[in-house]
């Protein structure tokens, strides 16, 4: 209803244009975002946290003034719901650019929704923000018009690997690992960077189970992770099946050192099973308590705003709408051409979309951002950044 | 995989089997007594585990104990279900009837999240994580708690229906709903008792299985396509073809994921369902078609 109406006040404001002398003010238009997220189906929760994210963001954006380099134009954000499927992802997204007259997209949460719609944005020629999803081969296919705020999954393995020998100097016993994770893209992507970069340290991966996302029962794979007597365990999956693998394995009364990876572990969910996770650790693109000025201005502003806490999806999602806002206005235009190649050429190192931590936010040639992860650790009941030590809030609690 | 993996595979695959069974066992007796199929039957199994997870959040009951609370609720709530809904679809085609129950399975869920935001409801009880040793095999003591439930509610209902009057009219209008109607019985009767029973089963398994897993708007959907597949595997209407439907492809999935990989795993119940509908697409439980 409100897109006919909104391209009904153009036709008005285009005909009234028309016929005005050319120095008489004019509203200008707006500049249409389209935003993919999960607001129903397995992935709502998620989808829910996302949108407030953006909209935090383009209320930000609105309140200063609009766009600069478009006369102050608003950012409008044009949301569509991909009910967490794939193939909903991908006709919304022609609907938002095709019907919408969206000159921007940014999604989609998952990756197996992030990449059918990323895909439709290419063949429009409209360029497409990846928010969260962390496949690889999202920035290497040498799409033109795809860019990624979040890390590729497989650059995990190096933070996890440089963070498996802080500890191991500090005096934990870490020689075999083994990996668990949710059998899709996301779980697939992830833990083929560990298998590939965790032997050439010499670290033994032991044991390999998969799940899938949703299974009710994982008791299986916990007795067969058991009998691998790995050291570390690094899961890769998302909430709902990490807190029944970690009850699963709590029943196997196998008790060891735990890594999670990114949004699907540092969620308040998990905080929920209490003992279970205290001391496990997560590696993750951002963390409340990540000492950057960018940073401290979006938890305070969203706490203001929401009530609870940001997670690193959220992060990720206002980062993405701060950078295709920022992008139109150096284009100073809405042609999505021009956006592309604006955020070809971006590079903030401050300012709100600069929350991340990393120092400078760029595409590179493949349209993706170097940006590292950071290790979160549960220390009473809360997540806590415990490394990179320069960003830590407090040291990391070693076991016994 | 190591003898002591499949034991626990067994192990695993029994106590899901019975649980699945319980959750089967309504859908199969609301389609024999009333030939209707309830699309919508994950989504009251959702909302028994909602139930169960509020009856210990907001009234710090243990979700054991919870099911005598929740039951009678899900029972009721059958009995609504007939009387506003299904009396009206039973009079329509029966493609119409499935989008009845498939809308209404799609509106419990959106309800659901409306309410109760998507985020997971988690139990959280010392007994969560205990686990009972039995040699090689650890079985959680929730697991074992919602199995023996389940055995004992199956053995009951399985009285109820052979032994009882009121089962013995059951059984009659599933056999024939017109031979019924004319030796007197009040076939509304029947059909709201039997949506009683068959959506009240949920009421015992919902608030064992939020101790097992955690309460979301989409938890019910998990189920519903396993049922499905154990009740046609069964056969429709028949209660021992649930048993045998829920044993095979609780096994059959539980040992193909500590053999295999989960991804196979997952494929293996469907892959047995067109072995089934293939060669014996009555059911196994069911009198042959082949007259």
């Known amino acids: 209803m409100s897109r006919d109406l909104n391209r009904r006040r153009l036709m008005q404001l285009a005909v009234a244009a028309s016929v005005l002398p050319a120095t008489a003010a004019k509203a200008a238009d707006p500049l249409k975002i389209g935003v993919l997220v999960p607001l129903t189906g397995a992935t709502a929760a998620d989808g829910a946290r996302l949108l407030k994210a953006h909209e935090l963001a383009v209320e930000e954006i609105n309140e200063a003034g609009g766009i600069r380099g478009l006369d102050g134009a608003k950012v409008e954000l044009l949301v569509a719901d991909t009910q967490s499927k794939p ?34 944005a290419e063949r429009y020629r409209t360029p497409y923000i990846v928010t969260s999803a962390v496949t690889d081969s999202i920035t290497e296919q040498k799409l033109q018009f795809v860019f990624r705020i979040s890390p590729k999954g497989s650059w995990a393995a190096k933070d996890v690997i440089d963070f498996i020998d802080f500890l191991r100097k500090k005096g934990t016993t870490i ?18 960077g560990y298998k590939a970069g965790l032997p050439a340290k010499g670290i033994a991966i032991v044991a390999e189970e998969t799940f899938r996302t949703g299974s009710p029962d994982l008791s299986t794979q916990a007795a067969k992770l058991k009998a691998s007597a790995a050291d570390l365990l690094l899961i890769v999956s998302y909430v709902d099946d990490e807190s029944v693998l970690l009850r699963a394995l709590a029943a196997q009364q196998y008790k060891p050192l735990m890594l999670g990876y990114g949004g699907g572990h540092v969620h308040p969910t998990l905080l929920k099973l209490g003992p279970l996770v205290e001391g496990a650790f997560g590696v993750v693109e951002w963390m409340e308590d990540v000492k950057k000025p960018a940073s401290e201005a979006f938890v305070t502003a969203y706490k203001a705003a ?43 190192s401050s300012g709100p979309a600069s929350l991340l931590p990393n120092d400078t936010l760029a595409f590179d040639e493949n349209g993706q951002n170097i940006v590292g992860n950071v290790m979160s650790q549960v220390i009473d009941g809360q997540f806590v950044t415990v490394w990179p030590e320069a960003v830590a809030s407090k040291p990391v609690k070693l076991p016994h | 995989m190591t003898f002591g993996i499949f034991l626990q595979a067994v192990g695993g695959g029994l106590a899901n089997a019975a649980i699945y069974a319980l959750i089967a066992v309504g859908l199969t007796l609301v389609f ?40 009678p609720l899900l029972a009721l709530t059958g009995m609504l279900l007939y009387s506003t809904v299904i009396r009206f679809a039973l009079k329509v085609p029966e493609i119409n009837q499935m989008a009845v129950t498939l809308g209404l399975s799609l509106l419990l869920q959106h309800l659901a999240l409306v309410f109760f935001t998507g985020d997971n409801m988690l139990v959280t009880q010392p007994r969560a994580t205990a686990g009972v040793v039995l040699g090689p095999v650890v079985i959680q003591v929730t697991h074992l708690i919602a199995c023996g439930a389940s055995l004992l509610l199956l053995g009951i209902l399985y009285l109820v229906l052979k032994r009882t009057d009121f089962g013995l009219v059951m059984r009659a209008v599933a056999q024939s709903r017109d031979g019924a109607a004319l030796s007197g019985i009040d076939i509304s009767a029947v059909y709201k008792w039997a949506m009683a029973v068959g959506i009240g089963t949920l009421g015992v398994t919902g608030p064992l299985l939020v101790s097992i897993l955690y309460a979301n708007p989409h938890v019910g959907a998990l189920f519903t396509l396993k049922a499905f597949v154990i009740v046609i595997v069964g056969g429709l209407g028949s209660f021992g073809g649930v048993l045998i439907g829920a044993l095979i492809v609780g096994l059959a999935e539980s040992i193909a994921g500590a053999w295999l990989s989960a991804s196979i795993a997952a494929a293996v119940p469907f892959a047995i369902l067109i072995l089934v509908l293939l060669l014996r697409p009555e059911g196994l439980m069911n009198r042959s078609l082949a007259r």
């Open chain 1, 87 to 120: 193939e909903v992802g991908r006709s919304e997204a022609e609907r938002l650019i095709s019907r919408g007259g969206a000159t921007v997209l940014m999604g989609a949460w998952t990756s197996a929704v992030t990449i059918p719609s990323m895909q439709v």
């Open chain 1, 175 to 192: 020689d075999k690992v083994a990996l668990a994770y949710e059998d899709g893209p996301f779980g697939q992507t992830v833990s083929k």
């Open chain 1, 306 to 348: 929401y009530g609870d806490a940001p997670l690193s999806n959220a992060a990720q999602a206002y980062a993405a709408t701060w950078v295709a806002a920022l992008a139109a206005d150096a284009a100073a235009s809405r042609d999505p051409l021009k956006i592309r190649d604006a955020l070809r050429k971006i590079k903030l």
């Open chain 2, 32 to 71: 024999g007594v009333m030939r209707i199929i309830n699309f919508a039957h994950g989504e009251f199994l959702m909302i028994a585990m909602y139930g169960g997870y509020f009856a210990w959040s907001l009234l710090g009951i243990d979700p054991a104990l919870a099911i005598l609370l929740v039951t």
